[in-house]
Nanobody, 114 residues
Framework: QVQLVESGGGLVQPGGSLRLSCAAS????????MGWYRQAPGKQRELVAD???????TYADSVKGRFTISRDNANNTVYLQMNSLKPEDTAVYYC????????WGQGTQVTVSS
């Protein structure tokens, strides 16, 4: 079974940056897709960004040009660099990894506020 541990959330002012990290451990076979969802209060969970093992990326329209997803396959880690943050980016961010099944991280809070 794969376990995911996230880090890097916090409070940041509008226009600021944060970098989220998510490291996988446990019974890792081949991790295919990795990525991030987020869930704001009162809203449904939405896909933020996805990256395939070969490096192909997908982004939500709302974050294109501001967020960058990357991964380190040797260390089974995925990153989300978030720039030009807006108050509407405030949410709990969850990482995931697709191997035999989908594993989820515990979530990390990102708050964008002045």
């Amino acid at each position: 079974q794969v376990q995911l541990v996230e880090s890097g959330g916090g409070l940041v002012q509008p226009g600021g940056s944060l970098r989220l990290s998510c490291a996988a451990s446990g019974s890792i076979v081949d991790i295919l897709d990795m990525g991030w969802y987020r869930q704001a209060p009162g809203k449904q969970r939405e896909l933020v960004a996805d990256i395939r093992r070969g490096g192909i990326t997908t982004y939500a329209d709302s974050v294109k040009g501001r967020f960058t997803i990357s991964r380190d396959n040797a260390n089974n880690t995925v990153y989300l660099q978030m720039n030009s943050l807006k108050p509407e980016d405030t949410a709990v961010y969850y990482c995931y990894a697709d191997s035999i099944g989908r594993a989820w991280g515990q979530g990390t809070q990102v708050t964008v506020s002045s």
